[in-house]
């Protein structure tokens, strides 16, 4: 009918993963040759000088270790994983008696393919050293763990990143 408009449908075509982008929300990554040893007591469990280092909006800068780089016997998977809709599904590591101490985005979205499947560790979880000084993170800058954002399962989330 001329002059009708058409009533806006409630569901899209695509489904918006987690919540829609803010295009504020910046993530760069960089490469780097400075040292980074992540210890657990007397226990090196990486030592590299090609870490990755991802700067990402509001948050410390986060260090990535590429597996070949890390001791992996430390490193025991557990079942939680958390969701951010800029990287995708984390998936996280015990090391010793610390608990989440490590994680890595196996499956790491196509915009931040470069940490995929690297290693990054929690400083507040693990002794992290970077050109021989510890770090520690400000107040505020911890990330908390909310889980699978929106109701989403770990399948919905890997299969829209098959996509």
Not at 116 to 131: A, G, T
Request: hydrophobic share 35%.
């Amino acid at each position: 009918m001329p002059g009708a408009r058409s009533t806006p449908s409630t569901k899209e075509d695509e489904r918006i993963v987690g919540h829609a982008a803010d295009f504020y929300h910046r993530i760069d990554i960089r490469s780097t040759s400075r040292r980074l040893i992540v210890r657990d007591g007397d226990q090196v469990v990486a030592d590299t000088q090609q870490p990755l280092v991802l700067f990402e909006s509001g948050f410390a800068p986060r260090w990535y270790v590429r597996r070949e780089d890390i001791t992996e016997s430390f490193l025991r998977p557990v079942e939680a994983q958390t969701f951010c809709p800029y990287k995708g599904l984390a998936s996280y590591y015990d090391i010793g008696e610390r608990k989440h101490a490590a994680w890595s985005y196996v499956g790491a979205w196509p915009e931040v393919s470069r940490v995929r499947n690297l290693v990054s560790f929690e400083p507040e979880k693990i002794d992290v050293y970077l050109d021989g000084s510890q770090l520690h993170l400000e107040p505020g800058q911890t990330v908390i763990a909310h889980g699978v954002d929106r109701g989403l399962d770990p399948d919905e989330i890997l299969s829209h990143a098959a996509v």
